[in-house]
C-alpha cells in the first residue's frame, strides 16, 4: 500500500487535491471526533501520509522510491555491482557485464555519469534479468 492509496489519490494528484483529501480524512478521523474503530490509527497513517506527499521534496523523493521498487518488480535484480565491478569498453564509452545466460549488460558512461540516481538497473540484452548498478559510490572518496 503506498502512501497515495492511504490519502486515496492518485500519483499524479496535485498539491491542492492531496492537500484537500488529507483535510477531509484528518477532519474524518480525527481522534477526539471520531468514534470509529481504528480511527487513531487511521489518522496517524494519514498524517504520516501528508508529511511525505505534502512536501514537494520529500514527494519526489518518494516518487523515485516508488519507481525503483516498481522497476524491481518488473525486472528481477540478479546481482548488485558497483560501477568500478563493471568492466570498460577499450574507449571507456560503455560499461560492460556479462550475464549468466551469456549475453551482457551495458551502460553507457556518459548515462552513468550524467545520472542523478544514486543506482540504475540495467537490463540484459539476451534476458529477463536485470543488475543494479550503484553509482556516485566515489562522493565521500
Ligand atoms: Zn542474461
Redesign the pocket.
Known sequence: MTLYDVLGVSQNASETEIRQQYQELARQYHPDKSGVEGAKEKFHKVTEAWHVLGDTLKRREYDDQLKREKLYQEFPVSEELFLEDLEQDKEGGVYLHT?????HYTLAAQDARSSTEKEVVVA?D??S?SILVLLNCDENT
Not at 99 to 103: F, M
Open positions: 550475464c549468466r545466460c551469456g549475453g540484459c539476451n534476458c534479468l
